[in-house]
C-alpha cells in the first residue's frame, strides 16, 4: 500500500476553521416525497420520536414499515398500531430489544417473515443517552449505553445483512448526533458511542460497496423529543448510586443531572424521517455517507468534509481507493 502522508493535527484543525469560515455551499431545494411503494423498511427504537415519526411517514408513502420496540405490548405499542390502522397503513410492530441477542434473533425472525424474507432499508434509530461527567459513568451505566448504542447496531446488522447480500442491495440508516463528531463537557459516554457509530457505519459503507449495499450516517442537532425523559430517568439512577464526594468533585457538571428537560427546542422531529426519505429517492450508489440534520447550527459538517478529504487523500491511491472513492466520491 502506498506510504501517504497524513496532514497533521495542525493541517486538521487548519483546515476545519478554513471550511467553517468559507461561505454557506447553496443546497438544491430537497425533492418532494418520492413514494416509497415497494420498499420494505424495518426501524429500531419506534416507541418515540424520530423512530416513531419515521415509521408513520415512511408508511404514509407506501413502504410496508416492520416498527420495532421493546417490552411489548406497551400504550407506544398500542397506540401507533391504532394510528396505522385508522389510515390503513401497511404498518407493523414486532418486539425487539437491541441490547438482547435472543430477542434481536426472534425479532428479525418474525419481521422477515412479515416482509416475505426480504428487507431492504434497515433504519438503526434505538438509542440512549446518560449524562454526567467520565468519572461518574460507573460500569453499569457504561454497558447500558454501549449495549444499547453501538451493540445495538452490531447486532442488527449481523442479523439482516446477509439477506441483503444475497440480494446484492439495500440501505443501512445509523443514527448518530452532532455529537458523533463534537464533544459537550458533562454529556457521559453519549459522545463516545456516537463517534463509535460513525467509525463502523463508515468502515461497513466501504465493505459494502462490492454488494450495492448503501451505508449513510443520519446526525441530528437537539430536538424535542422523548429522549430527555429518559435520558433523565437514566442519569437521575446514576447520580442517586453515585458518592457525593464524587459528584462534588465535578461542580457544575453533576448539579443538572436528571433534571434536563430538553427545553427550547423547537425543530421539528419529522425533519429526521423526511431526510430519510429524500436520500432513499436518491440512485443506489449516490447516497450520501453523512447528512446532518437540524434547521440551526451545525458544527459537525466542518469535520464531516476534512474527514472525507482524509480518507480520499490517505487511500484513494491504494488497492481500497475503489472502495473508499465510491464512497466519497
Do not use: C
Not at 256 to 273: H, I, K, L, N, Y
Amino acid at each position: 500500500m502506498p506510504d501517504h502522508r497524513l496532514p497533521s493535527r495542525r493541517d486538521l484543525i487548519a483546515g476545519a476553521a478554513a471550511l467553517t469560515a468559507a461561505p454557506a455551499i447553496l443546497h438544491a431545494a430537497p425533492p418532494a416525497a418520492a413514494s416509497l411503494k415497494g420498499r420494505t423498511m424495518l426501524i429500531t427504537g419506534a416507541s418515540s420520536g424520530f423512530g416513531r415519526v419515521g415509521a408513520l411517514h415512511y408508511a404514509r408513502f407506501g413502504a410496508k414499515v416492520i416498527a420495532t420496540m421493546r417490552n411489548v405490548p406497551r400504550p407506544e405499542a398500542e397506540s401507533l398500531a391504532a394510528e396505522a390502522a385508522k389510515e390503513k397503513l401497511d404498518l407493523h410492530i414486532v418486539e425487539i430489544d437491541v441490547t438482547n441477542d435472543d430477542s434481536v434473533a426472534t425479532g428479525t425472525g418474525k419481521a422477515l417473515q412479515l416482509a416475505g424474507g426480504r428487507i431492504d432499508t434497515l433504519v438503526n434509530n434505538a438509542g440512549i443517552g446518560i449524562t454526567g461527567p467520565v468519572e461518574v459513568q460507573d460500569m453499569e451505566a457504561t454497558r447500558l449505553i454501549f449495549e444499547t448504542n453501538v451493540f445495538g447496531i452490531q447486532r442488527m446488522l449481523r442479523a439482516l445483512l446477509p439477506q441483503m447480500r444475497a440480494a446484492k442491495g439495500g440501505q443501512i440508516f445509523n443514527i448518530s448526533s452532532q455529537l458523533g463528531r463534537v464533544i459537550v463537557p458533562g454529556g457521559g459516554h453519549y459522545s463516545a458511542t456516537k463517534f463509535a457509530v460513525e467509525a463502523l457505519s463508515e468502515q461497513l459503507a466501504y465493505e459494502l460497496v462490492p454488494y450495492g449495499i448503501d451505508v449513510t450516517i443520519i446526525q441530528p442537532g437537539g430536538y424535542p423529543t422523548k429522549v430527555w425523559v429518559n435520558r433523565n430517568a437514566y442519569t437521575g439512577a446514576l447520580k442517586g448510586r453515585s458518592d457525593a464526594a464524587l459528584l462534588a468533585a465535578y461542580e457544575p457538571f453533576t448539579r443538572g443531572m436528571g433534571t434536563e428537560d430538553g427545553s427550547g427546542r423547537s425543530a421539528d422531529p419529522a425533519d429526521v424521517p423526511r431526510a430519510i426519505a429524500e436520500i432513499m429517492a436518491l440512485p443506489a450508489g449516490k447516497r450520501p455517507l453523512r447528512r446532518a440534520v437540524h434547521p440551526g447550527n451545525k458544527p459537525q459538517e466542518a469535520i464531516n468534509r476534512v474527514s472525507a478529504e482524509v480518507q480520499l487523500a490517505w487511500l484513494g491511491g491504494s488497492p481500497l481507493g475503489p472502495l473508499v472513492k465510491a464512497v466519497h466520491d
